[in-house]
């Protein structure tokens, strides 16, 4: 079994008005060995969400996350990260496994 421990970081408390602006993640293996770290910057749909308060806490500006793609283009690419890692530990497990059944 993998842990994947998320970390989300928002423009502020309130889920129905501010926006995810950033993702982190660490998958770990049932021993809790670091398979990977993900982590990505995300450009906040609702800009006028983005206060003062915010870019305190996050150490971010608007300004910074210029460049950032949106939610809409990072959630794939988190989303075949994970995959990516846990196929590789299954690879990983699968090889062992036959490489040990080989007289």
């Known amino acids: 079994m993998e842990y994947l421990v998320i970390d ?3 423009s502020g408390d ?3 008005y501010h926006d995810i602006i950033e993702i982190g993640a660490v998958l ?3 021993e809790w060995k670091e398979m990977g770290r993900y982590q990505s910057y995300i450009y906040p749909e609702n800009e006028e969400a983005f ?3 915010s870019a305190e806490v996050h150490y971010l500006t608007l300004e910074e996350l210029r ?3 949106a939610l809409d283009d990072v959630l794939p690419a988190f989303e075949e990260w994970i995959l990516y890692r ?3 530990r299954y690879l990983t497990r699968s090889t062992t496994r ?3 059944n080989t007289p």
Do not use: F, I, V
């Open 51 to 53: 206060s003062k308060p």
């Open 28 to 30: 770990y293996t049932e």
């Open 8 to 10: 989300l970081e928002m």
């Open 86 to 88: 846990r196929n590789l």
């Open 67 to 69: 460049d950032a793609p």
């Open 98 to 100: 036959a490489c040990s």
């Open 14 to 16: 309130d889920p129905s």
